[in-house]
T-cell receptor, first 118, second 116 residues
């Protein structure tokens, strides 16, 4: 079974600075997707960024980028120019690739609470 | 485009009582999920529907939880009788037709349940 581990329960960053959140995962599959979701106090899970395992290029979405190391099974999120609105819980998630059955299931880590100091 | 709608947002019940949560997915999304998120943890899948059929309910405590999606659109999750450990946020999510796992999953704001 696949597992996702986030080893940093809490992180803090100064406004306008850069912060990196860590995530490691365990799988025997070769094709899969990885995601970072943001969860503000409202509890709605908002997709931040996704990475296809078959792509070597790291995904980027504006101030958010990932460092995907497939061999090391590592998937970290870098937030540049941090803003007060970035404060939230961040969850790393894994999803098997393919069609049918329960491949649609997202497997989440326990989350990292990010605080942004003004 | 309207997002995933859930109700009620908040519910407090006594143990052994019953509760039902409703979810309306994004229009056109055939796949619907219910996740349970206990405080301090990541969401865990309870059940996944494809249209009105169940794809995965392996982690659903079937002695007390039930879910249905009769017309392949909105869905209801029921808990009866509730236990203290059922206190959690229940997140509904949906994704486009088909079981292609590359489709983005969109989440609702969740239904907060407190069992006292």
């Amino acid at each position: 079974a696949q597992t996702v581990t986030q080893s940093q329960p809490e992180m803090s960053v100064q406004e306008a600075e850069t912060v990196t959140l860590s995530c490691t995962y365990d799988t025997s599959e070769s094709d899969y997707y990885l995601f970072w979701y943001k969860q503000p106090p409202s509890r709605q899970m908002i997709l931040v960024i996704r990475q296809e395992a078959y792509k070597q290029q790291n995904a980027t979405e504006n101030r958010f980028s990932v460092n995907f190391q497939k061999a090391a099974k590592s998937f970290s999120l870098k937030i540049s120019d941090s803003q007060l609105g970035d404060a939230a819980m961040y969850f790393c998630a894994y999803r098997s690739a393919g069609y049918g059955g329960s491949q649609g299931n997202l497997i989440f880590g326990k989350g990292t609470k990010l605080s942004v100091k003004p | 485009e309207a997002g995933v709608a859930q109700s009620p947002r908040y519910k407090i019940i006594e143990k052994r009582q019953s509760v039902a949560f409703w979810c309306n997915p994004i229009s056109g999304h055939a796949t619907l999920y219910w996740y349970q998120q206990i405080l301090g943890q990541g969401p865990k899948l309870l059940i996944q529907f494809q249209n009105n059929g169940v794809v995965d309910d392996s982690q659903l405590p079937k002695d007390r939880f039930s879910a249905e999606r009769l017309k392949g659109v909105d869905s209801t999750l029921k808990i009866q009788p509730a236990k203290l450990e059922d206190s959690a946020v229940y997140l509904c999510a949906s994704s486009l037709a088909g079981l292609f796992s590359g489709n983005t999953i969109y989440f609702g704001e969740g239904s907060w349940l407190t069992v006292v």
